[in-house]
């Protein structure tokens, strides 16, 4: 069986300083892993996305992860907050079967001037 | 355009009645799925089809039930059963095996009445 657990159901930052978003998985064959964020009234957007290749991952606005088999963690990061980071994330895993996409509980990310 | 429409967006529902969601794709992805979203619990998996006249349970899928009839659409009917059915949901495709991100429509709130 799959599962995802976000460790952190509330981050808050100061803009300009870093963001770690936690992520562990659980699975019985090899995960696909993804980030998605959703902001205010607007839809899911894919950050970036693990399928076995290179560990560290890059997504788009300056986000990154870091696939851990040993550690079974999938954590996100961005070195530099920005006000627009200001959203919910979503940790994903797919690996029992194929189609079968499970979310995260989220993590809100706030954003402090 | 190629897309996900999702219809009502606004849905409501009185006692003991049973109401479907509509989700139809013109994306011709094999994969699709209806999630339930509530504040604080992230997004979860109700049922998915990963090609016609087949599908499986998700995590949530007690209360619900679905149909794959067409590549095109795969509407979500809430029964009666469901005793609490007020929430955000959200149908999604994906046609790729390797790639897996989703795709999603923009979302239909049932409530209550």
């Known amino acids: 069986a799959q599962s995802v657990t976000q460790l952190d159901s509330h981050v808050s930052v100061s803009e300009g300083t870093p963001v770690l978003l936690r992520c562990n998985y659980s699975s019985s064959y090899s995960p696909s892993l993804f980030w998605y964020v959703q902001h205010p009234n607007k839809g899911l957007q894919l950050l970036l996305k693990?399928?076995?290749?290179?560990?560290l991952v890059k997504g788009i606005n300056g986000f990154e992860a870091e696939f851990k088999k040993s550690e079974t963690s999938f954590h996100l990061t961005k070195p530099s907050a920005h006000m627009s980071d200001a959203a919910e994330y979503f940790c994903?895993?797919?690996?029992?079967?194929?189609?079968?996409?499970?979310f995260g509980a989220g993590t809100q990310v706030v954003v402090t001037p | 355009d190629g897309g996900i429409t999702q219809s009502p967006k606004y849905l409501f529902r009185k006692e003991g009645q049973n109401v479907t969601l509509s989700c139809e794709q013109n994306?011709?992805?094999?994969?699709m799925y209806w999630y339930r979203q509530d504040p604080g619990q992230g997004l979860r998996l109700i049922y998915y089809?990963?090609?016609?006249?087949?599908?499986q349970k998700g995590d949530i899928a007690e209360g619900y039930s679905v149909s794959r009839e067409k590549k095109e659409s795969f509407p979500l009917t809430v029964t009666s059963a469901q005793k609490n059915p007020t929430a955000f949901y959200l149908c999604a495709t994906t046609g790729d095996r390797d790639n897996e991100k989703l795709f999603f429509g923009s979302g239909t709130q049932l409530s209550v009445l």
């Open positions: 994306l011709n992805h094999d994969a």
């Open positions: 089809s990963q090609i016609v006249n087949d599908f």
């Open positions: 693990y399928t076995s290749a290179a560990t």
């Open positions: 994903v895993v797919s690996s029992d079967s194929w189609g079968k996409l499970q």
